[in-house]
């Protein structure tokens, strides 16, 4: 694909936005870590919502929608549609708490909720592993998809006398690289990371949260421009599912057994371990849907919320912001983002598809994930590519942003300025958050070059969190939980991870994962709940400034509520259980709703989009009826 003089001067413009945000905020991201990190917790819930939902919108993420649905359809998406469940339950559960902790990382909640040596290794260890080896995990995959990206998009032309050529107007210089993909990794480690480092470097959390709402307004448009275009390219919507059910038909008549890829569940009559094509096995959907939001830790969808999710509620003015800001995040994440990164692939199944595709692919077969960077290449007008390739930018730099500014909270505030340096000033901790900024910019790119695709470490990530998820919840609403249930359930899962690795299940992937999980669930589970009651709870006065500074409901609590008695009783189980479901009747009925409009059955569409405005009026209703923060205790 040749990129035109216009398009880079689109492109250029759109990198020097960017750096005049984060330049803009530099003075107020100077003053202190809180304003570095959290932004002097005074933003207003659309800002840090949106940049939630910027910051997931990765730019492995619509590569990772485009190959589940040439490999498993629609219904592959309930890998993360079921998170939903959890989310919602963040939502109405834990926002408040997280936003009255006033920690500034969640991993230094570890000392407010555990104490002693236990606690402090906790803090520490999950600083350097979530901050350091995680972060630059993560970044490392989001760094391999946008590599993809760049070597479809620009390949040829880099291949071409095997120079990488930067022109504006004429050449500027030359690099000799070698292979494409040597190429594109060398454009990310050493200029894009680099260049996203450096507006985060200056304006802290600020810079973040405002480039993230103007990349955010950028990738959403470019991604319904692309879908829009890509279908009128073939005929339109109806041509569309004409092809898909040839294409199914093809597939069938070969001998391989396939499903209507555009259903939203999985078929039900194949069985529990299916190796359809097209369709989701039934037992990982039970996965999915049933254990996975409560027993997995995910960055993004922590249950019980974390990570840079939390960030954004410690940086709302209030718990009503923290709040609207967890509510919004879900709502658009689930419903509103998610159909044109499928309606791209389903598109790319029409185009390069083997089985009677408009122009069959091998590169589609052998990697499914660049159709949607093939569908962009060949669909798109020259016009609109710069700012294609524009919006790509700005899903790679929104999560490169996050990390690097959500990874060097932990490393200061919870190891440097917790173990090493104590009782600096404000000033050097953050010339500190710089600097370790800079080691993740570095860390980020090592990591990059040994990873070899980004299903291997978004699995890896996925599995070693398996079983965890049950702490992180009962820690806010049962006094029982200690810091050996955590340091256990980590380290449970962890083990049996590795160890399940080396044994071979039947099945294809989403089976193996779905058995793998299984094991390492229940494993977890038990043994972080036999080191529980083996171990002795937290002491009296732990558990009583916890209890003063974030109050939770009492249920759990009745033990330490008692040692409290001037402190009001929060009995909000219910009332926060019924938004909760209507919650999720939100969400899905959103998703459902637009998704049957997207194919044109009107009535199935408006009937789900009404329910889901009768669930978000009566979530409204409930809260204002009750208060935003409830703290009066009145079910």
Known sequence: MSLTATDWIVIAGYLLVNLLIGIYYRRRASGNTEEFFVSGRNVSWWLAGTS?????????????????????????????????????????????????????????????????????????????????????????????????????LLGPAIAQGRVLQLALGGHIFQYMLGEPRNTSLFICIFLLIPFTGLYTFIGGLWGVLVTDLFQFILKMTMIIVLAWVAVAKIGGMQALQMHLQVIENNVRQSGTQAADPVAFLPDFHLGLTSSALWTLPLLTFMVYLGMQWWLAWYPGAE???????????????????????????????????????????????????????????????????????????????????????????????????????????????????????????????????????????????????????????????????????????LRWYWWRINAWSEISAMAIAAAVTIGLSRVSFAGNDAVVYAKSALITGLGTTIAWLVATFLTKPESQATLVAFYKRVHPSIYGWKQVARLVPELPEVRDLASNSFNWVMGCVLVYGCLFGIGKLVFQQWVWG??????????????????????????????
């Not at 209703?621 to 208060?627: F, I, K």
Request: net charge positive; with cysteine; glycine share 10%.
């Open 303 to 473: 249950p019980g919320g974390g990570g840079y999710v939390a960030q954004r509620m410690f940086s709302a003015k209030d718990e009503k912001n923290s709040l609207g800001a967890t509510l919004w995040f879900n709502i658009a994440h689930y419903a509103l983002r998610p159909w044109p990164w499928v309606i791209t692939g389903l598109v790319a199944i029409v185009a390069y598809s083997p089985y009677g595709g408009i122009h069959p692919s091998a590169a589609f077969v052998q990697n499914p994930e660049q159709g949607y960077v093939m569908v962009l290449r060949d669909y798109l007008p020259p016009a609109l590519r710069g700012l294609m390739v524009a919006a790509f930018l700005a899903a790679f730099m929104s999560t490169i942003g996050t990390q690097l500014n959500w990874g060097s909270s932990y490393l200061v505030n919870d190891l440097y300025r917790r173990f090493f340096v104590r009782g600096e000033s404000e000033r050097h901790y953050v010339l500190i958050s710089r600097l370790f900024t800079l080691l993740l910019v570095l860390g980020s790119g090592y990591t990059a070059m040994q990873l070899t695709s980004i299903r291997q470490g978004w699995q890896l990530v996925l599995n070693i969190g398996f079983g965890t998820g049950a702490v992180y919840i």
């Open 606 to 635: 408006i009937a789900l989009l009404l329910l889901a405005a009768i669930a978000g009026y009566l979530i409204f209703w409930d809260l204002s009826r009750r208060g935003w923060a409830t703290l009066t205790g009145v079910e």
């Open 52 to 152: 939630m939902v910027a910051t997931t919108f990765a730019a492995d993420t619509p590569l990772l929608v485009a190959g589940l649905v040439a490999k498993q359809g629609i219904a592959g998406n309930w890998i993360w549609w079921g998170s939903c469940v959890g989310g919602m339950m963040t939502v109405f559960f834990f926002a408040r708490l997280w936003r009255r902790s006033e920690v500034l990382t969640d991993v230094q909640l570890v000392e407010l909720r555990y104490g002693g040596k236990p606690a402090a290794f906790l803090r520490g260890f999950k600083a350097i592993y979530l901050g350091l080896f995680m972060n630059c995990f993560i970044l490392g995959w989001v760094t391999q998809a946008m590599v993809s990206i760049i070597t479809v």
